[in-house]
């Protein structure tokens, strides 16, 4: 795992062996006109249809960067007193595990190399924190994100890279 230092600071706080269950989420591969594979998960943030089938190369990276993506939040939360540290810690361990789960999910295709990515908006006074967890293959060495820590630290935000089949 590659993380910024935000991320480091909460994962600190996280027990990997009291990760929170997660209902998984199925990982599916589809093709593209010339036989391409590209992965997604759920319905693909509403992607899926006859665009797909069109693009091809670095470009299936990024539409799998826009339509596998997961929101955990807890904006069901009415109380007034809300305890934002603890909906911090609870929607990265909940986005941890996802990513743990993908990962197995995505080592079935083992020549196959795929980024997940766990990143946190902390909210503010009127939005309450999320996580959000992504993943993509990675086609001729692009990453929509450069894993190098200098790049991370770079991310006002804490976030984390699950590098899967490297």
Not at 105 to 114: G, K, M, P, R, S
Request: net charge negative.
């Amino acid at each position: 795992m590659e993380f910024n230092s935000k991320m480091e600071a909460l994962l600190k706080q996280i027990s990997l062996n009291k990760l929170p269950s997660v209902e998984s989420a199925p990982i599916w591969e589809k093709k593209n006109y010339i036989g391409e594979s590209f992965w997604g998960v759920s319905d693909f943030c509403g992607l899926l249809g006859s665009k797909p089938s069109s693009i091809q190369g670095r470009n299936l990276t990024d539409l799998e960067w826009d339509g596998n993506e997961i929101v955990i939040n807890r904006w069901e939360l009415k109380d007034d007193i809300i305890d934002t540290t603890q909906i911090i810690i609870d929607v990265v361990s909940e986005g941890l595990a996802l990513v743990l789960d993908w990962k197995l999910q995505l080592n079935e295709y083992a020549d196959i190399d795929f980024d997940i990515v766990l990143s946190l908006d902390e909210g503010d006074e009127d939005i309450l924190p999320s996580a959000t967890v992504r993943f993509y293959a990675v086609r001729d060495s692009y990453h929509c994100i450069s894993t190098e820590f200098k790049s991370l630290e770079s991310f006002s935000q804490p976030v984390l890279i699950e590098k899967v089949n490297y």
